[in-house]
């Protein structure tokens, strides 16, 4: 389907709505789409060391050399629980 098609289709269906909170909502959604669209440059805008510690640690990660996000937790969880 055609994006420009996509978006008229979707002003209609905006254009159909009646509830002034559903109106808010979707505004205030597409708001913080388009601020953390504004943010992240993404993966091409980040400086080579950056990137190549990034995809070091992907490589750890497929090696099995990660420790499960449960087992930290646990960990940090039971040393600085009061």
């Known amino acids: 389907m055609d994006i420009s098609f996509e978006k008229l289709d979707l002003i209609q269906k905006i254009l159909l709505i009646s509830d002034e909170k559903l109106i808010n909502a979707l505004s205030s959604f597409i708001e913080k789409k388009r601020n953390v669209s504004d943010e992240v440059g993404g993966y091409d805008s980040l400086p080579e060391a950056v990137k190549e510690s990034i995809d070091l640690s992907q490589l750890q990660l497929r090696d099995g050399k990660g420790i499960?996000?449960?087992?930290?937790?646990n960990k940090y969880r039971n040393r600085y629980q009061r």
Request: proline share 17%.
């Open 68 to 73: 499960p996000l449960a087992d930290v937790v």
